[in-house]
């Protein structure tokens, strides 16, 4: 595999492109008109337009892309995270084209593309379940009998979806038929299919998802866990590896039920498999992702590998080079997504100009960006602007790293995360890992961010008074007689 093709854009397309280059690949950009002067259309040897701003005559256009990459003498097609990253349609395509797909087959992708499918495959294989049912439906007079023998609160969840969308938390029989009938309107507006699933509703839950790799002769392993509970409107905004709360016996449950889900739908390349855990800390398989994720970055902190190296190994045909007994989990690690969004208007995306923007740097520090000083945050896209990591030898030493990178980082022009993560990394319901998915909903308020800030504010006026007057006694010329 000598060249190729990202088809994404921003830090996950740099991201891709920086181990490629490493690799001794040479590598093609894709680019809309609005990302004309973006970093990663100057980082790779080729860059191509694809059109417009909007990502459906862009970004979403795997035709053209396809087209382009068989022009310049392609091998390989690596699609990120997002826009088709996940399209079975596409993978199908590019192999068509005789050209290497870097992810997992065209089946496996469907397979888990489908929450319903994914957990009648993951069923046979004796992995646990929410109780619920096992198949799709649209009928509201169904879900209100399923809310009945389930026993509420029941989870409302699009078939089709993810982030989110087409997703309603339903605590009382008499809610169910306004709730099905908003989340079926907002799963046919979002996906194109409004066919939902119904589970009981697990409480106190945990999102703790589990790292797979595996290759084409069939070997799987898990590269252990990662905690992702700290989310606003159902979206992740940071998250740890390992999980705090995971003793070793339960760690290897989920990491051998997360290889048998993979087995399920004979995966190839690096996946993530979904559970969320209860308050008695049980387990249950609710979706895999068939494509690298956001936060892939701490899982190569404590483990040492490179996600992406070994995507492309496995795609070109070699072997895992390791087994499950050659890897350990060393020390602790920490990202926060940076999101041009303003946690003192409930996260609404923030656009505009980075008037200001540097970013942190130090020993266990790093930072996957695709923005730069003086570029325009656009409105077609997600508004990441990059993935703050950090690693320490513990979890004590990944938050303070995490707080002290945080106070690096400056940005101006746009709202971001920032604070909010530093509120997080302050809070103490984070400090002691007893905290679920409703942490934002449960301990978040704008009021609160703002009075952290003031008094930040009051602690840095007086700590630099205090250096003032240190400093001055220090520099005082002593008086000589006359």
Known sequence: MKKILVANRGEIALRVMKTARRMGISTVAVYSEADRNSPHTRYADEAICLGPAPSS?????????????????VDGIHPGYGFLSENAGFARAVEAAGITFIGPSPESIEVMGSKLAAKEAAKKFDVPMVPGIEQAITDVNMAIEIGRRVGYPILIKASAGGGGKGMRIVEREEDTREQMERAISEAVSAFGDGSVFIEKYVNGPRHIEIQVMGDQDGNIVYLFE??????????????????????????????????????????????????????????????????????HPVTEMITGLDLVEWQIRVARGEQL???????????????????????????????????????????????????????DVPVYY??????????????????????????????????????????????????????????????????KLIEMDRE?????????LRQYLKNKRRLKVPQTAG
């Open 382 to 447: 997600d508004p990441m602007l990059a993935k703050l990591v950090v690693h320490g030898a513990n979890r004590t030493e990944a938050i303070r790293k995490m707080k002290d990178a945080i106070k690096q980082y400056e940005v101006k022009g746009v709202a971001t995360t920032l604070p909010f993560g530093l509120f997080v990394m302050d809070h103490e319901a984070f400090l002691s890992a007893d905290f679920d998915t409703h942490f934002v909903n449960q301990y978040y308020t704008p009021a």
């Open 57 to 73: 005559q862009s970004y979403l256009r795997g035709d053209l892309i396809i087209e382009e990459a068989l022009r310049l003498g």
């Open 226 to 295: 990662r905690e992702c509970s700290i989310q606003r409107r159902h979206q992740k905004v940071v998250e740890e590896a390992p999980s705090a709360i995971l003793t070793p016996e339960l760690r290897k449950a989920m990491g051998e039920a997360a290889v048998r889900v993979a087995q399920s739908c004979d995966y190839k390349g690096a996946g993530t498999v979904e559970f969320l855990i209860d308050s008695d800390r049980n387990f249950y398989f609710l979706e895999m992702n068939t494509r690298l994720q956001v936060e």
């Open 321 to 375: 080079g390791f087994s499950q007994a050659d890897l350990k989990i060393n020390g602790h690690a920490l990202e926060l997504r940076v999101y041009a969004e303003d946690p003192l208007n409930n996260f609404l995306p923030s656009v505009g100009k980075l008037e200001r923007y540097r970013i942190p740097s130090g020993e266990g520090i790093r930072v996957d960006g695709g923005f730069e000083e003086g570029m």
């Open 456 to 464: 930040n504010a009051e602690v840095a006026a007086v700590l630099a």
